[in-house]
């Protein structure tokens, strides 16, 4: 396949058509399930499944085959099916995967934009879901396009394009089963959600860690007591709350060292690990939003100037971040008094090879244990989700997989773990233990997804489904 004409043809039709298309999906506020608890009367998932259906039925790909699945109370899902060409020899099965579903608006946009306008700036399409994964299913269908165009062979490809990946995939598992038969047993599994380090190069995840909420709720007093009458006889159930995490974290560090969080790391991650970071350098931290002075000088640091450690730390070891509150007013509302409950939303970030399930019942267990001042404290598992980590690419895929980086971008592709969380791998490595995996994505520095100002690098996105379109076609030659 002449690499540079594919390059061409996707170029093409992403400024023709799928930049317009994905202007249109982001304006459709279909945010997942666990951000909006009236999805099916709201019908914006459905929306969008229109949106998206129509545009591919007008591509006129090849032995194309797409239909919505709906189960019953289930959010929708896309499945396509695109037999393998005439000329093709292959008998594998490419399975590539992403999500339509949104997070929620959240603050901070910038005055010009927001997250359902969608905006384009500096080649950078702005707005919520469009590297989120918008992207995935153009990406997906014009990468197969670009191979037909030049009437060049490829494998039976199947596409998933799933309705709550932001709410934990926790419908999934059921299409999964449902659809078994028309899946098959694939080959090669190319996710299209996951981030990259720079733009400029192909960047493939080898881990994601797992997830675990809790709500952890204090409470020392029946109801507000003024805090001239009450503070120093009564215990605040913000410190009680401050106190127990310790037990978890350490407050100067930020280090977790319970041993039921923790894993063994293999040389194989050690080794990509520190080949990222000796990559990056400071771009490890340097790209995300840190506090600036009005010279727009950094003030805040990272925890460590070590890149190693950073990104191990993002990637093989627990975090905890308070992520929500309640019973704390805010400041402008907030009056002289001793508040009677505090309430804190948990988000524990594990390492793959840790039972979330198990270890969630033990943090239940050490924060509810001996509470400070035989105070009230409850703790409610609200998730958990397991983390996984990528078999080792075979030498032909991890060949493969370099020569079409280099083609594309001019660099070869770098091998590194994310901290967030994609449900659908590891249920996918379960089922299918043979498989070979490419995960992949758009979200480069600064592209920000699930906060303000989420964008989508067009030029990357573009040279990333070149790069997805070549080892499409090599892997049905091997």
């Known amino acids: 396949m002449d690499i540079k004409k594919a ?60 239909e919505t699945v709906n189960l019953p109370k289930r959010t929708p899902l896309i499945f396509i099916e695109i037999s393998k060409s005439h000329d093709s020899n292959s008998d594998d099965t490419i399975l590539l995967y992403g999500h339509m579903d949104k997070q929620p608006e959240f603050t901070g946009w910038d005055d010009n934009k927001s997250p359902w306008k969608p905006v384009i700036q500096d080649n950078k399409l702005y707005g919520r879901g469009g590297a989120d994964d918008g992207y995935a299913i153009f990406s997906a269908i014009s990468a197969i396009k670009a191979i037909q165009a030049q009437n060049k062979p490829h494998p039976r490809c199947v596409i998933i394009i799933e309705g709550c990946e932001e709410s934990g995939s926790f419908d999934l598992p059921y299409y999964i089963d449902h659809l078994k038969n028309k899946i098959g047993t694939p080959s090669l599994v190319i996710c299209l959600d996951s981030g990259a380090g720079n733009y400029d190069q192909l960047w493939l995840t080898s881990s994601l860690r797992g997830l675990i909420n809790l709500k952890l709720s204090v409470s020392s007093i029946k109801e507000g007591v003024h805090s001239g009458l009450g503070s120093g006889i009564i215990p605040s159930s913000f410190r009680i709350a401050r106190s127990l995490l310790s037990r978890i974290e350490d407050e100067k560090t930020g280090e977790i060292n319970l041993e039921f969080l923790n894993t063994k790391v293999d040389k194989y991650f050690l080794d990509a690990a520190k080949a990222c970071a000796d990559s990056l350098k400071e771009k490890v931290y340097s790209e995300l939003p840190w506090q600036t002075n009005k010279n727009n000088k950094s003030l805040a640091m990272p925890i460590t100037d070590n890149y190693y450690e950073l990104l191990l730390n993002r990637t093989w070891r627990p975090t905890l971040s308070i992520i929500g509150q309640d ?141 997805v379109a070549n080892i499409i076609y090599k892997y049905g030659l091997k």
């Open 327 to 467: 019973g704390i007013p805010e400041v402008n509302s907030a009056g002289n008094v001793l508040r009677p409950n505090t309430t804190l939303l948990l988000s524990f970030r594990v390492p793959p090879k840790v039972d979330t399930k198990i270890a969630s019942e033990k943090l239940k267990n050490l924060l509810e244990s001996a509470p400070p001042y035989n105070a009230d404290v409850e703790v409610e598992i609200l998730s958990t989700g397991d983390g996984w980590h990528a078999p080792h690419l075979s030498d032909f895929l991890k060949n493969l997989v370099n020569e079409s980086s280099s083609n594309t971008f001019g660099k070869p592709s770098v091998i590194w773990g994310e901290g967030g969380s994609i449900p659908f791998m590891g249920m996918l490595g379960e089922k299918f233990p043979k498989a070979e995996f490419v995960i992949t994505g758009v979200l480069g520095p600064k592209s920000n997804a699930h906060g303000p100002n989420e964008f989508l690098h067009i030029p990357y996105a573009k040279k990333l489904t070149c790069s």
């Open 7 to 66: 390059q061409q043809f996707i170029d093409s039709l992403w400024d023709s058509s799928i930049i317009p298309e994905l202007e249109k999906y982001i304006a459709i506020p279909c945010k997942s399930p666990s951000f909006d608890k009236n999805w099916e009367e709201n019908k914006y998932l459905d929306k969008a499944v229109e949106q998206l259906i129509i545009w591919v039925k007008s591509q006129n790909i090849n032995n194309l085959k797409i």
